[in-house]
């Protein structure tokens, strides 16, 4: 199953090759990382996703937490969460036809056009799901580059990570 | 507070070092000199605190160190240069890693603005190492280089023990700064746990208690926990079976009646029939190793589990059990040893008098450590047996890898925890001469043996010139039967007779090579001469004794478990071999 883990790490320069090495060292796999300093400059926060049975999941959070640079950790899968991924994709708009097809892309999906030079720059936040949708959507154009930010997630309400 | 109005209290990283060092309660450290570690060699050289061991390889620096840790259970310390200093380093900072043993090892860096440029002896020793250390550090500014030593020791013999780096930029041991010793750490980011759940210790007294086939199982944890006092309380308060890993040997006496042996490849018939019919596991401070194991499938199939251990890591990673408890070792079997005394519930004694009675009849019927004893050949199990009736588990014995450390681990009865110094997670081959050179200084008015064989020997051989320098009296028994012998037993078990590239030609006269170090060298190739050999070679204390005992070449160590084979599914000696 896929797993949404969400670590609070000390923000050390080897703090995040030593999460990376874990699970290239033990073969694990990571759909998505991201990591960025919290609100306290010394506190990094992770988003990990990953994939495996209960056992190898449940292997995982206890490799995590061993790692002396982890402070603490949630498996946000466990309960009622959200997760937020920001998607940029540069897309070529030769014709006015496409120009418009994309506004009203953009609009459904309630993306934003950001950059318009000899062509579009959309930015779209959402599920995975919602991006993966709008991608699917851009069949008949043509995508010049996509860059996502991977996954963030949160607890809802009272579920919370913090130190 | 104004720097420049204390710079008369300032003192130099390197001095820091050291001054930390001696604060740690550090006797001895085992090193290698180099470019970025001059200014530490220099600041050692101008104290008397520390005693410093000049080894002729790194390699053999932290298995040193390793062996002191492993005889006493402080933070053994290693020091080497960077670059191929700290390359040479890793094998025995693995080694450690995979046994759990606390170590520091100071790794010397480039200076810190070299750094990344590919300077001369530069290696990523913090990436290197990350793999097989517990944790690691760079020391980027001199003030925080005490507090970094101090939190690498802690780090190192708290929680699940382990080595930890220090590597240290050359201008780090430089700078100055106040020495300012903190005397308590704590880590938001780590924080071992010391007791066990209450409730699940609860639920553990109940299923002991109501065990039919029992078994305790016990590995490097307890050693590593000093819980040795306590096991053998618990398992005589129930008068269970208890078998014991490679790593756990010692911890409890291999003379008491309760004691069934080693388990695994290598371990006894009735031990590992006992594991595979056993209704109630009580596993402590054990990891379940494949070759504790064997197939995983049908390893224990009948028998409900219970695990302690001080690592959450370590439970359910290979066998999920029932019960888990996660504590320290001795924690956990005192408060166990509480509830089993206050309950009325006592163990059932028909089923535990039938269950032994079972035991017995598997130990009788195999006698599967039994070798031949009318040979004309020296047979190494009966070195090991006229050792141990020799010595009564009052030496130490570190080994090497291969069948003479089986033979030990099969033959020697180690009656003490931390007598028995061995590599059983790494298999570092090479790891048993410094071992015992670190068990020496720890203790330096006993016996220590290094049972080794004529391949692994080979790999730290260079330490007979460290024996020497520190007058170290260790006794070398080379049980030297010309083949990287577990190597060719397998060869002859799995790949036909094959031995492809096992025999190890071209050796040294081994006598004479000792004695060119200055040792005594002894040659035994008569079995009637064994005893007296070593009846001789113990009686000399002032000196380091070579013994190349001269054995059976086609010796195989019996019973097995092939890798992948389930325990009920051993080989034993073929008859034959008997004769
Ligand atoms: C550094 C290292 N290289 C290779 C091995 C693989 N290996 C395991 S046992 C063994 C043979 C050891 O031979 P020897 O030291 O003569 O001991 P014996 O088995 O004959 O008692 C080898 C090569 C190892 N354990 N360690």
Known sequence: MRHTISL????????????????????YNIESL?????????????????????NIIEQITKQ????????????????????????????????????????????????????VSNNYTVELTGTPHKLDAFIKALENMKIQEVVRSGILGIGRGDKNLHL | ????????????????????????????????????????????????????????????????????????????????????????????IATAYMDSIPMVVITGQVASKLIGNDAFQEVDSIGISRPCVKHNFLVKDVKELATTVKKAFYIATTGRPGPVIIDIPKDITAHKAVFEYPEKIQMRSYKPILNGHTGQIRRAAELILSAKRPVIYTGGGVVLGNASKELIEFTRLLGFPITQTLMGLGSYPANDPLFIGMLGMHGAYETNTAMHQADVLIAIGARFDDR???????FCPKAKIIHIDIDPASISKTVTVDIPIVGTVNRVLTALIKIIKETDKKPDANALAAWWKQIKTWKQETNSL???????????????????????????????????????????????????????GLGTMGFGLPAAMGVQLAHPDDTVVCVTGEASIQMCIQELSTCKQYDLPIKIINLNNGYMGMVRQWQEMFYDNRYSHSYVDSLPDFMKLAESYGHVGMKIDKPSDVEAALKEALAIKDKLVFMDIIIDDKENVYPMVAAGKSHNEMVLRPEGELA
Do not use: C
């Open chain 1, 64 to 115: 995590l937490n061993k790692l002396v640079d982890v402070i603490k950790l949630i498996d946000l899968t466990e309960g009622l969460h959200i997760e937020r991924e920001l998607l940029l994709v540069k897309i070529n708009v030769p014709t006015s036809n496409q120009r418009e097809e994309i506004k009203r892309l953009v609009d459904i999906f309630r993306g934003k056009i950001i950059d």
């Open chain 2, 370 to 424: 039994v070798y031949n004893r009318n040979s004309d050949k020296i047979k190494p199990q009966f070195v090991i047996e006229t050792l141990s009736e020799l010595t009564k588990g009052e030496i130490f014995v570190t080994s090497d890898v291969g069948q003479h450390q089986m033979f030990v681990a099969q033959f020697y009865k180690f009656l003490q925890p931390r007598r028995w110094i061995n590599s059983g």
């Open chain 2, 292 to 298: 504790v194991t064997g197939d995983l499938e049908q």
């Open chain 2, 1 to 92: 507070m104004n720097e420049d109005a204390n710079e008369a209290d300032q003192i130099t990283g390197a001095n820091i070092l050291i001054n930390s060092l001696v604060a740690e309660g550090v006797e001895f450290i085992f090193g290698y000199p180099g470019g970025a570690v001059l200014h530490i060699y220099d600041a050692l050289f101008q104290q008397n605190k520390l005693q410093h061991i000049l080894v002729r390889h790194e390699q053999g620096a932290t298995h040193a160190a390793d062996g002191y840790a492993r005889a006493t259970g402080k933070a053994g310390v290693a020091l080497v240069t960077s670059g191929p200093g700290a390359t040479n380093a890793i094998t025995g």
């Open chain 1, 8 to 27: 609070l790490l000390e923000n050390e320069s080897g703090a995040l090759s030593r999460v990376s090495g874990l699970f290239s060292a033990r073969g």
């Open chain 1, 34 to 54: 991201t990591v960025a300093a919290t609100e306290d400059p010394t506190v990094s926060r992770m988003t990990l996703v990953t994939r495996g049975s209960d």
